[in-house]
């Protein structure tokens, strides 16, 4: 017989429930002053830039900001005395010159030399108390109440009494009081080089590089310390929770490089008057009537047109440039004439009047009964009167007889990004 095996009841087995996995972050890295600074002025702004990282078209001011800051890090940055010469900061300064974001070469030379007159006019007033400071250019990262931060200080000195001096370079426009004594930047600068060196922080400074002055206060007090803390937290929370709403404004949205991707700013209105600061965006936006096609394809169209206006500008002043070399040298040599491979040049030099008062000049015209043969109808001032309400009725009807007033196609450009310091 065989016996039935005996069943042992299944025990049921009760597999532990998988720990929670802590949900992702939305935003892992570091927090700086300025990505705080972008959460508080646009929240949309700072989730385009440092969670989406879409790309920022490159700035003048960024690009001379760290050229020269760059410079001074070197100056500070030697291993021990003496200081570097003035020839050696301003090599070094041309050496690390960052190109990327001028309108033009023109605007890029004054900012190279205009860089140079600050680093001598630095140089002059700093060098017979040069003293190698405790750091150049110090990198911290430190936790605030759970939030990472990064952050880079210019430089900090050590005075006599042990205390410290933090010092931060400023190449932008002028620094009102007000914001010295309020700024986070510093105040973040205070709390980390505290709590990394473990000294005391005996004062802040902005040095205003294009006016060669420094802006210094005191310490800032606990309380403002703890102001920072709390607005380090708020953004931390908000960030984290997802919370990224535009808030639009002309001031800042004429500048924002994010604008075509902003949903404050739906595709199809673009070049619409910018919405109030206090409305949100509307929801939903109709569209451009041709879709999203349409809407990538007018935006490439807008950044072509954009270029190809730039390069007409650009090739203007080359052919400029060029124009007034090859005149020199015809000139030096007492040519008439020069052969390229392809092209060929006459020198016609052009002599023209320069009016030095034009209201006098009309005056003495009208004296000697010589104003109305100068006199011809330009262009402008017939449209104008065309337009003119006040044109008696019969010239308008017999001027209107012999023009047409067309409606032409227009555009007006001007670049996302561009015009602060
Ligand atoms: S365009 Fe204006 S609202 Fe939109 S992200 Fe930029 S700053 Fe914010």
């Known amino acids: 017989m065989i016996e039935s095996r005996q069943t042992v009841p299944r025990k049921t087995v009760e597999k532990a429930a998988p720990a ?34 879409l790309p920022e078209l490159p700035k003048w001011f960024f690009s001379f900001g760290q050229s020269v800051h760059k410079a001074l890090e070197f100056f500070y940055s030697i291993p021990a005395l003496p200081a570097p010469t003035l020839e050696r900061l301003l090599q070094e300064y041309k050496d690390g ?18 860089g140079e007159r600050i680093l001598r006019e630095f140089y002059a007033k700093n060098i017979k108390t040069f003293k190698l400071p405790l750091f150049a250019e110090y990198k911290f990262e430190l936790e605030v109440e759970g939030v990472p931060l990064l ?12 205390k410290l001096h933090i010092l931060d370079y400023k190449t932008g ?33 902005f040095y205003h590089l294009p006016t060669n002055k420094e802006l210094t206060v005191g310490p800032r007090a606990a309380a403002q310390i703890d102001a920072l803390k709390d607005t ?10 997802s919370r990224f709403d535009p808030t639009p404004d002309e001031g800042k949205c004429r500048w924002c490089d994010f604008k075509p991707h902003c949903p404050a700013f739906r595709p199809g209105f673009y ?3 910018l919405p109030a600061p206090a409305k949100a965006a509307p929801a939903a936006q109709p569209d451009l009537p041709g879709g999203l096609g349409d809407s990538a394809k007018l935006a490439e169209l807008v950044d072509r047109y954009g270029d190809a206006l730039a390069n007409v500008k650009r090739l203007e002043s080359d052919a400029q440039a060029l124009r007034e070399e090859i005149a020199a040298i015809l000139g030096r040599n007492g040519y008439v004439r020069a052969f390229g491979s392809r092209f060929e040049v006459s020198a016609a030099a052009e002599t023209r009047w320069e009016i030095r008062d034009r209201v006098k000049l009309l005056e003495v015209l009208k004296r000697h009964g010589l104003y109305e043969a100068t006199l011809k ?14 044109l008696p009725l019969e010239a308008r ?9 067309k409606q032409l196609p227009g555009l007006s450009l001007k670049p996302l990004s561009e015009g602060r310091a």
């Open 151 to 162: 952050g880079f200080v210019d430089r900090i000195d050590k005075l006599d009494n042990g």
């Open 377 to 390: 109808p330009a262009a402008p001032e017939v449209y104008r009167l065309l337009d003119d309400p006040k």
């Open 232 to 241: 380090i937290v708020t953004v931390n929370d908000g960030i984290q929770a």
């Open 97 to 114: 010159w960052l190109k990327a974001g001028y309108k033009d070469a023109e605007q890029e030379r004054e900012y190279l030399e205009d």
């Open 173 to 205: 426009k002028a620094i009102p009081k007000e914001r010295l004594q309020a700024d986070r930047q510093l105040t973040m600068y205070q709390l980390a080089v505290e709590k990394l060196i473990g000294a005391e922080v005996e004062s802040l400074t």
């Open 20 to 53: 929670a996995k802590p949900a992702a972050k939305v935003y892992s890295r570091p927090l700086s002053h300025s990505s705080i600074s972008m959460y508080l002025e646009c929240p949309q702004k700072f989730k385009l830039k440092y969670v989406d990282k």
């Open 397 to 405: 009807r017999d001027l209107e007889a012999l023009a047409e007033k």
């Open 271 to 273: 070049g619409a008057p």
